[in-house]
């Protein structure tokens, strides 16, 4: 007898396997796949849901993609994470948040120990790559390209703007607009640099009026993060919560 909570399991399972495969070929998640697990996800509890005639499980669906959204917005307007990462992440908690792990059932909801055990799965990655990037010189988060070069649909990890007729620049976390005449990178902007801001930045570079370089982010794919906290949490349960038991004691 197959346990209708399975069957989301397994449509998280091989979603998070196609968006490995293409992010990490084409640095892209099809919002497709995601939209569709999304939906599927959100129907499927609600069906089952009133097929038992009990609220909370009509409703985990579209609960557990609008917890998920919230946090990733969240990661997002960090600079963190990209749009597909939290379309992605939208979908696996539409798909799992009534999921019962095998081990390890925390107080917290199901996105958190997806998002715990991807950050727990990554991090001896992340330091590796971190240390790497540190001995070269380079910063973690980002490049520095010359403006000449840029290509469009890179993320800016600065805002460039004008203002009374003068050029000026500020970090990602302050890219809102302020009384600015005109914005020509915006890092909140997940699409990245459209062709008309990259040739309106040359002009200005040919101009004169700023210098010849800027900062990109350096994107991470993530996809294969939350792949990796997706399958733990199915076939395993919370490491995060585990860890908290094994260190002070609470089994």
Known sequence: MIVPELIPASVALVGSWVAVYTDLRWRIIPNKLNFSMIVFGVFFYLFLGLNKWNFITAISGALGAVTCFAIGYLLWLSGGWAGGDVKLFTAFGALLFGFKMPVGNPIYPMPLTILFNSIIAIAPVLMVYSLVRRAQGQSVLYDQVKITELKEGMIPAETIYEKDGKIGRCGS???????????????????????????????????????????????????????????????????????????????
């Open 173 to 251: 976390w302050f890219s809102l607009k302020k009384g600015w005449d005109r914005i020509y990178t915006n890092p909140k902007r997940a699409s990245g640099l459209t062709r008309y801001q990259v040739r309106a930045l040359k002009k200005l570079v040919q101009a004169r009026k700023i210098s010849n370089h800027i900062r990109i982010k350096r994107g991470l794919p993530f996809a294969p993060a939350l792949g990796a906290g997706v399958f733990i949490a199915v076939f395993y349960g919370d490491v995060y919560w585990q860890l908290v038991h094994w260190l002070f004691g609470y089994i």
